[in-house]
């Protein structure tokens, strides 16, 4: 993969972290605490595949973009 490509991953891969963090922002509308922790737990487990997934090998190969780092 070229550096390109990376940013543009990084990129989308960002935009949809934000995306699935702001299902949890989202009024409940009469859901129960139930309800809700099973929707924050299926959004940090797709947040932790996208991270572990698609960024960390990213960021291994291309360490600048890490902003972490």
Same mark, same amino acid.
């Given at each position: 993969?070229? *550096?390109?490509?990376?940013? !543009?991953?990084? +990129?989308?891969? =960002?935009?949809?972290?934000k995306?699935?963090?702001a299902? =949890?922002? &989202?009024?409940?509308?009469?859901? +129960? +605490?139930? $309800?809700? *922790?099973? &929707?924050? $737990?299926?959004?940090?487990? +797709? &947040?932790?595949?996208?991270?572990?997934?698609? #960024?960390?090998? #990213?960021? !291994? *190969?291309?360490?600048?973009?890490?902003? =972490?780092?």
């Amino acid at each position: 993969m070229n *550096e390109e490509y990376a940013t !543009k991953v990084q +990129s989308y891969a =960002l935009q949809a972290i934000k995306e699935l963090s702001a299902i =949890l922002t &989202i009024d409940g509308g009469g859901r +129960s +605490s139930e $309800e809700y *922790e099973l &929707i924050q $737990e299926a959004v940090g487990r +797709s &947040i932790g595949q996208i991270q572990m997934g698609v #960024l960390e090998p #990213l960021y !291994k *190969e291309y360490p600048a973009l890490d902003d =972490l780092a």
